[in-house]
């Protein structure tokens, strides 16, 4: 049964998008079979994996409306081992439409067993607030991958997404823990990366990375081709980074 893993933060411009669709592809190209779930209206997963949202007929707000059902919006094959739920902005009105349902934070979860068996990982990219989706997303999952930048307010968006995490869990999802955190855009040249590390690795005894994303290029430029970083350059840094994170990550399930 697949892994489900919800990426998540509730301060944006993390690399929580970044992180999921490059672990998601680096996962698949370790062999692993992979389906990346685009839980955020904004859709930049979707396009990050060289799909035009737009222009895409069934999405994850088709299915969670009851429209259709998940394999009538699954993309196969994005790329080899790499399955997609596709999203777009309508997404964004789903939570308006949810409302009335019952067990209305149990949807996503709902889908996601009809296919978990199918998979090694299911990769959640999550929406940058605490919303309905965000709370689907969780109820979901089966564990959480926090992604932080190595800025100063890094400690206080950890301790949201923390405090939501043990919500979570109370109300809706007892099994729920945390994955682990990841830091992104690190920057060697400063102290600000190296002090922002270390504050959290004192603060958090437990379940960090030892990967850690550097700032990196080509990794930016890569959204914008519809790649991720190990097919648009295999050999950059952010390539490497993002395979030694997948490589720790199925270790880490080994361990479970």
């Not at 929580?16 to 389906?35: D, F, R």
């Not at 059902?69 to 993309?75: G, Q």
């Not at 596709?86 to 939570?95: F, H, K, R, Y």
């Amino acid at each position: 049964m697949g892994r489900i893993i919800a990426i998540a933060n509730q301060k944006g411009g993390v690399g929580k998008t970044t992180t999921a669709i490059n672990l998601s592809s680096c996962l698949a190209e370790a062999g692993q079979k992979v389906l990346a779930v685009d839980f955020d209206p904004q859709g930049n997963e979707t396009s990050g994996l060289g799909m035009e949202k737009d222009d895409i007929e069934k999405t994850i707000y088709d299915m969670l409306v009851g429209e259709c059902d998940i394999e009538d919006c699954l993309i196969t094959n994005v790329q080899d081992q790499l399955d997609l739920l596709p999203s777009n902005m309508e997404l964004a009105g789903a939570e308006i439409e949810l409302l009335e349902i019952e067990n209305k934070e149990y949807l996503l979860k709902t889908y996601l067993a009809k296919v978990q068996n199918n998979y090694d990982f299911i990769i959640i990219d999550c929406p940058p607030s605490l919303n309905l989706l965000t709370i689907n997303a969780l109820t979901a999952a089966d564990t959480v991958l926090v992604p932080i930048q190595c800025e100063y307010y890094a400690l206080e968006g950890l301790n949201q997404v923390l405090k939501t995490v043990n919500l979570v869990s109370k109300k809706l999802n007892p099994s729920l823990e945390l994955e682990g955190v990841v830091f992104t855009m690190y920057d060697a040249r400063t102290n600000l990366s190296l002090e922002v590390v270390e504050s959290v690795k004192s603060n958090l005894n437990q379940n960090i990375y030892k990967t850690i994303i550097p700032r990196n290029v080509r990794l930016a430029e890569a959204p914008s081709h519809g790649m991720p970083i190990n097919l648009y350059d295999s050999r950059s840094a952010g390539a490497e980074s993002y395979r030694l994170l997948a490589a720790e990550v199925i270790s880490r399930g080994e361990e479970i």
